[in-house]
């Protein structure tokens, strides 16, 4: 005697249907799931590799435009105000002393009796972007880690790329950094983040 339509439970082929349309949105609510993680990664890992470095170029870019300084000199200091000029690094020169020279090993007392370098170095130290004040720093200290890439160039008055020290009046800064740390094996969320200025030099 076979059971009555509503008694009976459900087929085989019944609840492999169920399954699949089961599966199925489990699988969609997965993949919005992983895009959501994603975006999130990709946010949070830009403005994690935007602020590493963007704290360091505007220090750098501070002391570019300071760069010659001389409070004594009526005309052209008879220094550079950067040296050492390369496309990973350079040398920022002042006399705060005004004593009409640079000092490249020790400190001096500027006007307001603070004791400072009168030379700044800048540098591209495998992923990580140092500076060194002569004088103040015993060894160069890290300012930003991550950096992929960096560029560094030079343009006289005229906004043309000069190799020679005596005529910059701009640094070109070109900086390509990363987040210090990357989401693991599948990479989601991995960003590069290219930052560039132009500081022009005031004392020059």
């Known amino acids: 005697m076979s059971l009555p339509r509503g008694d009976r439970g459900f087929t085989l082929a019944e609840l492999l249907v169920a399954c699949a349309i089961i599966a199925f949105v ?6 919005m799931l992983q895009t959501g993680q994603q975006s999130y990664l990709v946010g949070s890992n830009q403005v994690e590799a935007q602020q590493t470095v963007r704290v360091a170029i505007e220090r750098m870019i501070q002391e570019i435009r300071s760069a010659g300084y001389c409070p004594t000199c009526s005309g052209t200091p008879p220094f550079t105000a950067i040296s050492a000029q ?7 020169q002042h006399d705060w002393d005004g004593d009409g020279a ?22 591209i130290s495998g992923s990580s972007l140092t500076r060194r004040e002569m004088g103040v720093d015993a060894a160069a200290v890290t300012l930003a880690t991550g950096i992929t890439s960096t560029t560094f160039t030079y343009q006289d008055s005229a906004g043309v790329a000069t190799g020679t020290a005596a005529d910059i009046r701009t640094v070109v800064i070109a900086v390509t950094t990363q987040p210090q740390t990357q989401p693991a094996a599948t990479q989601q969320g991995r960003v590069l983040v290219t930052m560039t200025d132009s500081v022009r030099l005031r004392n020059r």
């Open 26 to 31: 489990m699988a969609g609510l997965l993949i």
């Open 86 to 92: 390369s496309t990973t690094g350079f040398t920022i």
């Open 102 to 123: 640079v000092n490249t090993t020790g400190t001096v007392t500027d006007a307001s009796g603070t004791l400072r370098g009168e030379q700044i170095i800048y540098a």
